[in-house]
């Protein structure tokens, strides 16, 4: 498998056995037209020449988003004709799986609609302005032949719609593409419509952002700080493993995400998230994380993720590296590339450690179970999610940050993480041969020259405390704990449409030991009336222990519940340096950061 991209396609080579045409006359219906043409007596599958019959299947998820979404139900109006256009028969055998009858017929060819507006990364949308979809979201697999070469023509319904992909162009030919086989197909997502398209090079590679929505993103602004973090990580991985890559950008209302292929990603931020510098720098982590995917998951990737399963959930333990590792490091490269200083990076870190340690669920469950069971609770989140689970990406970041903690005192940071991404890089990433558990321990272990079977026991597969204060100590910097200034009440309460609507009750806290429930909404603490942005303050003239009358309607039912407040509860933690640092701290903290200890000092 070559990691460069293909050089563009002559119209003369002969033609793939499967064809696509996508169309979308009609865009505000948000309906993209699907024609898939098939030449059977090519195809080598076995189950058409036992059975002349040809199997279509969609899949039921997308590499790099772990969740079930069932893509198949968005498709309508499917239909199946011959060469000379003779419908043929065909029927629905489960969910995903639909089946033409073939016999004396030299060509299939497939028709059928996609419903689109659904703005995300991992989805489809189509509206007056542009198209973009998915590969996994829109396209059939035929099984047995997922390694056939598939050619793909773009019909745009305005003459001044433009096509940008990573995939490579037939020559000649307008906006038509082709890809190496099915993966391909599914890792190239398309945007067609009237975007803003730059180019600019790094390290003597083509790179293009394509900005589709309307907001304060200006790609004269953004483009030195991409490049900034291009060239970051490039260097840790000793180049870039590609010709061209595509950033595509969509500027929404409220969304954000990402989603990370091998010669592209997406990207969803809000319109107008631009101009504010954390929030730009927030969005500069996103770009330092899907880009550090094209390495870390896309080809450096766990052994369940080598040859993907469309039609099923793929179950790794290793996503806590795959993504909490990358997680980590998208707070780690833009303070590398210049774009925030070794303030901000600490104080990032302090965010980080607070949300781990404000989950209560962090008690409950492994992150090592929380990668496994990502397909059934990290994207399905309910009123006990807090309690009862952790985030691999939240987790998993402050796994790597203490691993590159304590590889790097060790060897007087001789040695980091880099060198673990590195070795696994060339060890597994270059060739795209997926490493298991064990292989990813030994090379953190063959890198730290030290056993890791009782860290990994403790805080992979087991529930202790991650010990920030001991990791962080030979750096001359402590974990410091803020604490509120009211009571504990052990629930969260949000305004909705005028209602207060308490969200979530903590497991054994207050609330839950009253008796209050997730859905109860909040009418009166005491006979009155509070609101979710006032009871903070409304709480500060109550002691811990006091008992409260707190009013809700619990499923339409007016109750009045007694409740005991409890003791204030950290809800802040900061990485501060510590007193009187020693001479070894000082140079331990300038290894790792490249900054004096006394620049943080406050």
Request: net charge negative; hydrophobic share 35%; proline share 5%.
């Amino acid at each position: 498998m070559t990691d460069a991209k293909v050089l563009p396609i002559s119209p003369t080579t002969r033609t793939p056995a499967i064809q696509y045409k996508v169309s979308m006359p009609h865009p505000e219906s948000h309906l993209f037209e699907v024609s898939l043409s098939v030449r059977v007596k090519e195809l080598s599958s076995s189950l058409f020449t036992t059975s002349q019959k040809l199997d279509l299947k969609m899949p039921v998820w997308t590499p790099g988003s772990y969740l079930i979404r069932e893509y198949s139900k968005h498709l309508q109006d499917f239909c199946a004709y011959s060469e000379n256009e003779r419908p043929l028969p065909w029927q629905k055998l489960s969910k995903n799986h639909w089946q033409v009858e073939t016999l004396g017929v030299s060509e299939v060819i497939v028709q059928y609609r996609i419903f689109a507006n659904e703005l995300t990364v991992r989805t489809n949308h189509l509206d007056s302005t542009h198209g973009y979809f998915n590969g996994a979201a829109l396209f059939f697999y035929i099984p047995e032949c997922e390694k056939n070469s598939i050619r793909i023509k773009i019909i745009p319904p305005k003459f001044d719609w433009q096509v940008s992909t990573s995939l490579s162009r037939v020559i000649d030919t307008e906006n038509t593409f082709e890809a190496e086989d099915f993966d391909t197909l599914v890792d190239s997502p398309f945007e067609i419509g009237n975007h803003q398209l730059f180019q600019f090079q790094v390290q003597g590679k083509k790179h293009e952002l394509a900005i589709w929505g309307k907001g304060n993103a200006e790609a004269k602004k953004l483009i030195p700080d991409i490049h900034k973090i291009i060239a970051v990580e490039a260097e840790i991985f000793g180049g870039l493993p590609y010709e061209e890559y595509l950033f595509i950008l969509h500027c929404s209302g409220k969304g954000f995400g990402g989603l990370e292929h091998k010669f592209s990603c997406v990207l969803n931020y809000p319109r107008f998230g631009f101009r504010n510098k954390e929030k730009c720098d927030r969005f500069m982590q996103l770009v330092a994380h899907e880009f550090f995917h094209l390495w870390n998951v896309k080809r450096i990737r766990p052994k369940a993720l080598e040859v993907f399963d469309y039609e099923q959930e793929n179950y790794t333990p290793s996503l806590w590296f795959s993504e909490g590792t990358t997680s980590y490091y998208d707070i780690l490269i833009p303070f590398r590339a210049g774009i925030y200083n070794v303030k901000n990076f600490l104080k990032l870190l302090g965010k980080e450690i607070t949300l781990l340690l404000t989950i209560i669920g962090r008690k409950v469950q492994p992150v090592s179970e929380s990668s496994w069971d990502a397909w059934i609770k990290l994207y399905r989140r309910d009123s006990n999610s807090n309690n009862s689970q952790i985030s691999y990406y939240l987790k998993g970041s402050m796994i790597s940050l203490l691993l590159d903690l304590l590889i790097r005192e060790k060897h007087q940071n001789q040695r980091s993480l880099d060198d673990v991404m590195r070795k696994m890089w060339h060890e597994f990433g270059k060739s795209e041969i997926g490493f298991t558990p064990e292989q990813l321990k030994g090379v953190i272990e063959e890198v730290a020259k030290l056993d890791l079977n009782d860290f990994f026991a403790r805080y992979i597969d087991g529930l202790d405390e991650l010990p920030f204060d001991e990791y962080l100590r030979p750096f001359g910097l402590q974990i410091k704990k803020e604490y509120n200034e009211w009571p504990e009440l052990g629930m969260n309460v949000i305004s909705d449409h005028g209602k207060e609507i308490i969200k979530f009750v903590q497991y054994q806290g207050p609330a839950q030991l009253a008796g209050l429930d997730a859905g109860d909404e909040l009418l009166a603490i005491d006979g009155f009336r509070v609101s979710a942005d006032k009871l903070s303050d409304h709480l500060k003239d109550y002691q811990p222990g006091d008992v409260l009358e707190v009013t809700v309607f619990h499923q339409d039912e007016l109750i009045t519940c007694q409740l005991t407040l409890g003791y204030p509860s950290p809800s802040r933690y900061q990485v501060v340096p510590v007193k009187n640092p020693t001479t070894k701290q000082k140079k331990n903290f300038f290894g790792w950061l490249g900054s004096s200890l006394e620049s943080i000092s406050i």
